[in-house]
């Protein structure tokens, strides 16, 4: 403690004399990581709003990364969850906790929390009735292991802090996103779209965080794209091209660390991604291959529009455009041309109640300043056709409602929108008027989290949704214009995707006015937007004026509440018969080299009994001089995948299979492939188990490429 006070007065004295000081660090600052993976099996995902989309296994673990910066007089904390979303219950689970160890050290002025927002992980955590509807209602696992590996990745970048330097760098990266509602970009006005090159934004922003002692820390990297490069069949928990390439970035950092486990932290999070995706060979019929209507249908009934690419399937995709990412973001790490943050830390945060907001918009049509007000939320009709990258999501016509008993126990209780309501939301026809709808909780949130960090000349303002490419593009704009005078002109703003509350959409009023999936899912009316950029203008101008900001209304606890949850436990598990958990049914073969794939099937338990956090499934073991096994994959790596299956329902039995893909640097020798897992006991009681296949001899060349090598 007594070397930290002497470091802040250092720091102060700092930046009084900048200049003198600018090669000694500026900061106290931390990195941390933890497993946020949840149960594997059985649970909805988040993100397509696809009931049938249960997950049955594991590709990729998922995890939150924290980065704290501290200039010894305030501190700000960020985080990026391999999550669908965030939302305020969970951030108050976190603070919770935190303060437990911290006292109010973090608070939600200082901590915020952003979800990429994979589509491959299990929902359930939200609470808010609509986000938690195709889960079949609130999943406690889901929630507690997100709550848990975010604080413990807070705790270790707390426990990290080391007296360090930040620099912020930036470079354009072609061909990983497309814009996915090029009609409604077209409807903004032709003299703002004039003003760039692309429907999408292509820049990467880049924060870095070294050590006093020049040690590498972590890195940030945010580039606007939906992590939806693994489509809406996927069963597997994935942290999709976003979480791969927080992966592979980690991996050339970490050297031999196992993923998950190395001291560096590169997150790529979140930002202005609403209106963009990452499958890049556009929609397309899903049969004939043709290009869609205008209205993204297909002829004839029973064929989808749906956009993929630019990989030949979605996992192919998925490693395209997070290489891609990850070559970009290394790039900008060597790149040289990184600028050195100096300047002092702050944050602001207010909580608003959207409904109630008032603005002031000019109508470029009219030529007239409007004054304009948030609505309570509603969804449009167009929320129910989904998107290319998703599409038929809430498809009432097929009936997939009707089988959902939330749904069954809720619907009569549905609200009809006043008309208010209507006149409020404008372009939009009402399908859901959530705002109205109070039974048995909140369906969606009134009031948001607002919130706003400035390291030195950086802004990081963090948003409660998912914001399009040019409501991202005002906003930057609304804050550089509010911070004149007081930045730099190389100032950089970057806009922090999906934080702290989840509210859906948010489109220019432009836009919506074109009520595409985008457009019908901006819940507080046609001047979200614009009341988002008085908000943070306010915010900036606070922060700059050194003023402080009532902290606003306090959203529900909804976790107090009495949450609904139909999701069954696990009863019990029984092995297959004559077996114990743990046999392996199915051996690798005997011989396999770089480019082959080794399975192995093994009698299991339910994953749902533990969810292995912070360890594995599965370990692919290699076999060393000394006689002992050394792990060279987990169930986190790319080049592993485990797989459930129910093979009784009665019975409680089930069976995994594991596969291993060899990657081309692998070291020949012998291995072999050991299964992890938990039972329930039919008389109570959760008890590990483990399982090993046979050893089986691993060499440089595939059979694949063995007969290339034989026969060229
Ligand atoms: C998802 O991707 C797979 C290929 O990996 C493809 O066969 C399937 O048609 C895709 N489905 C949708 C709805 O995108
Ligand atoms: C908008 O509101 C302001 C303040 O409440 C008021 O002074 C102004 O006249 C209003 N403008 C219009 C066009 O209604
Ligand atoms: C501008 O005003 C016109 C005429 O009242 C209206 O139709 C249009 O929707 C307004 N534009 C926006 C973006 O609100």
Known sequence: ???????????????????????????????????????????VFMGYARPEQKGSGLHLRTFSRAFIIDDGEERFVFVSVDSAMIGHGVRLAVLKKLSGRFDDMYSDKNVMISGTHTHSAPGGYMMDVLFDLTTFGFVQESFNAIVNGITKSIERAHDALVPGRIFVTQGELMGANINRSPKAYLNN???????????????????????????????????????????????????????????????????NSMVGKGSFVAAFASTNLG??????????????????????????????????????????????????????????????????????????????RMPEQEAEFFNETTGNVENVTGCLPAMGYSFA??????????????????????????????????????????????LLATGRMVFPYEWQPQVVS??????????????????TTMSG??????????????????????????????????????????QRYEGASTIYGPHTLTIYLKQYKELVTALLARKSLVPGPQPPDLYSSHLISLVTPVLFDTPKWR????????????????????????????????????????????LEDDESW???????????????????????????????????????GEYRIRHNGNYRYILGGIYPYKGVSNHFEVVAFGSSRRKRYYFA
């Open 1 to 43: 403690m007594d070397s930290m006070l002497k470091f802040h007065r250092l720091l102060k004295l700092c930046f009084l004399l900048t200049a003198l000081c600018a090669a000694e660090a500026s900061y106290n600052v931390g990195v941390g990581i933890a497993d946020t993976t949840g149960p594997v099996a059985e649970i």
């Open 189 to 255: 006005p032709e003299t703002e779209r004039a003003k760039y090159a692309y429907n999408v934004d292509k820049t990467m922003i880049q924060l870095q965080f070294i050590a006093a002692d020049d040690r590498s820390l972590g890195v940030i990297n945010w580039f606007p794209v939906h992590p939806t490069s693994m489509n809406n069949t996927n069963k597997l928990v994935s942290s999709d091209n976003v979480g791969y390439a927080s992966i592979l970035f980690e991996k050339t950092m970490n050297k």
């Open 275 to 352: 209106d963009v995706s990452p499958n890049t060979r556009g929609p397309r019929c899903e049969f004939t291959g043709e290009t869609c209507s205008g209205a993204d249908t297909c002829p004839g009934k029973h064929e989808m529009c749906f956009a993929s690419g630019p990989g030949r399937d979605m996992f192919e995709s998925t490693s395209m455009i997070a290489n891609k990412m990850y070559q970009k973001a290394l790039e900008l790490w060597h790149g040289g041309k990184a600028k050195e943050v100096t300047g002092p830390i702050r944050v602001i945060h207010q909580y608003i």
């Open 385 to 430: 056709a989904g998107t290319t990258d998703g599409p038929g999501s809430f498809s009432f016509e097929q009936g997939t409602t009707t089988s959902n008993p939330l749904w069954n126990a809720i619907r009569d209780f549905l609200a009809a929108p006043s008309k208010e309501d209507v006149l409020c939301h404008g372009a939009k026809p009402i």
């Open 450 to 467: 607002t919130h706003v960090a400035l390291l030195g000349d950086v802004i990081i303002a963090g948003v409660p949704g998912e914001f």
């Open 473 to 514: 593009r005002r906003l930057r704009d609304a804050i550089k214009g509010a911070m004149q005078n007081s930045a730099s002109d190389d100032g950089v703003v970057v806009i922090a995707g999906l934080c702290n509350t989840y509210s859906d959409y948010v489109t220019t009023p432009e836009e919506y006015q074109i």
């Open 579 to 622: 077996h114990e958990f743990g046999d392996c049914l199915e051996h690798p073969a005997k011989v396999a080299g770089a480019g082959d794939t080794v399975t192995a099937r093994f009698v299991a338990g339910h994953p749902r009994n533990n969810p292995m956090a912070g360890g594995s499934f599965l370990f692919i073991e290699r």
């Open 630 to 668: 050394k792990t060279v994959a987990t169930d986190a790596n790319w080049e592993t995948k485990f797989i459930w299956k129910r093979t009784s329902i009665f019975l409680g039995s089930s069976e995994v299979t594991i596969s291993w893909t060899i990657p081309d640097d692998v070291e020949p």
